[in-house]
Nanobody, 129 residues
Framework: QVQLEESGGGSVQAGDSLRLSCVAS????????AAWFRQAPGNQREGIVS??????????ADSVKGRFTFSRDIAKGTHTLFLQMDSLKPEDTAMYYC????????????????????WGQGTQVTVSS
């Protein structure tokens, strides 16, 4: 089992940057895929990036491609997932969640919420114009 805790959200102006963090504890070595999702009020949860821990392949949603960057740090048994968000826009305003699953291989559904087993509580990002 994996426990996830996000941090780093806040209120910024359009064009600013934020870096979100997600600390994975419990049994992070079992993580197969890691992802970031976001959900704005009244909207469905949107997958924005998925990372394959074995191949280190990263997939981005078109809405964030070129502006957001996923990275990972493994140190002393602690796995931390990062989401660097640059050139933020008001439409990026949402609650951001990290999520993982233990799968070895996924053919599709990389950015679907139903593909992930473990979720953090979320961190709020608000971008004003």
């Amino acid at each position: 089992q994996v426990q996830l805790e996000e941090s780093g959200g806040g209120s910024v102006q359009a064009g600013d940057s934020l870096r979100l963090s997600c600390v994975a504890s419990g049994n992070p070595a079992t993580i197969g895929y890691a992802a970031w999702f976001r959900q704005a009020p009244g909207n469905q949860r949107e997958g924005i990036v998925s990372f394959n821990t074995r191949t280190t392949t990263t997939v981005y949603a078109d809405s964030v491609k070129g502006r957001f960057t996923f990275s990972r740090d493994i140190a002393k048994g602690t796995h931390t997932l990062f989401l660097q968000m640059d050139s933020l826009k008001p439409e990026d305003t949402a609650m951001y969640y990290c999520a993982t699953n233990p799968r070895v291989r996924m053919v599709d559904g990389l950015l679907l919420p139903t593909s992930y087993n473990y979720w953090g509580q979320g961190t709020q990002v608000t971008v004003s114009s």
